[in-house]
């Protein structure tokens, strides 16, 4: 997506670790115009019956719920990332190791959200080794719902998430795909 590409040339920043930072208008501030831009290009992507959208806290609550709209405004489900005395039905559950945090935890939705007459959209901000995809997916597979695909805003082309989740059958889209950035600068897969 060029407006997308075009964005992460010009505020993203490249940290150690190969962490890309775009907190200016993705990850802390956000860009409604531009969230608007990829709702459109997702329903473009998966103009299939999609009755709810699944993502998981915090980053992918944004994104998911401004793209619903452009989804008859379907609901938005997100999995969380800690017990709470609100979660108090019966409980789908995955592991998932942090990418930013390097920590493991678990994390949760209430059965009643994800029904086997559904048909899930999972959409996320970035996707590196496929952790948080991979319990998303689990989380729909235990449910008994039909998974449509996955969007994601950011791909890390360099990491392994993108090839683990394509070699699952899985229809995976990323609206940009980041190659391993040579001498600092930021370069992008044709798609
Ligand atoms: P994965 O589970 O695919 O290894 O990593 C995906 C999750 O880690 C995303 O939900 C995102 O929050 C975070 N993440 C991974 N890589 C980056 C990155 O380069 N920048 C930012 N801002 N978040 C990242």
Redesign the pocket.
């Known amino acids: 997506m060029k407006l997308l590409e075009e964005r992460i040339l010009k505020d993203g920043v490249l940290k150690d670790g190969?962490?890309?930072?775009?907190d200016s208008f993705l990850?802390h501030q956000m860009d409604i115009g531009l969230l608007q831009e990829i709702g459109k290009e997702f329903r473009r992507l998966f103009p299939e019956n999609i009755t709810r959208i699944l993502t998981?806290e915090a980053?992918?609550i944004g994104i998911a719920t401004i793209a619903a709209q452009y989804f008859d405004n379907i609901p938005v489900v997100f999995a969380k990332k800690s017990m709470s005395k609100n979660l108090d039905g019966d409980l789908l559950t995955s592991k998932?190791i942090?990418?930013?945090k390097g920590l493991e935890f678990d994390i949760f939705v209430e059965k009643k959200f994800l029904s086997p007459d559904d048909n899930i959209l999972i959409i996320?901000?970035?996707?590196?080794?496929?952790?948080?995809?991979n319990g998303l997916i689990d989380l729909v597979n235990g449910s008994g719902a039909n998974l449509i695909g996955c969007g994601i805003v950011i791909e890390?082309g360099f990491?392994d998430?993108g090839q683990i989740i394509r070699d699952k059958g899985v229809h995976l889209e990323s609206l940009a795909i980041v190659e391993d950035p040579k001498d600092g600068k930021l370069c992008f897969r044709k798609q």
């Open positions: 190969g962490i890309l930072k775009v990850n998981i980053s992918g998932v942090s990418y930013t996320d901000d970035f996707l590196a080794n496929g952790q948080a995809l890390k990491q998430g």
